[in-house]
């Protein structure tokens, strides 16, 4: 999957979600996540926290299953 960042510095919900649920996978690295859409790691860490907040633990994806 590869994913980009627009220029204007917004980013829709869907491209977050998509950020955050690369980023849950099992072994990777988050700075290369980041450092590949265009975003500072802090960021991606920032969305990761905030949807797991504010989802259900059922709703999260098991990326162990894959």
């Not at 869907?14 to 859409?37: H, L, M, T, Y």
């Not at 500072?40 to 920032?46: A, D, I, K």
Request: charged share 25%; hydrophobic share 40%; proline share 5%.
């Amino acid at each position: 999957m590869v994913l980009r960042a627009s220029c204007n510095f917004f980013w829709s919900d869907e491209f977050k979600v998509e950020a955050v649920e690369e980023a849950c996978r099992p072994g990777v690295n988050i700075s290369a996540i980041a450092r590949k859409i265009g975003i500072t790691p802090s960021q991606l860490y920032r969305w990761r926290r905030d949807l797991l907040n504010e989802s259900d633990i059922s709703e999260i994806p098991d990326f162990s299953l894959l």
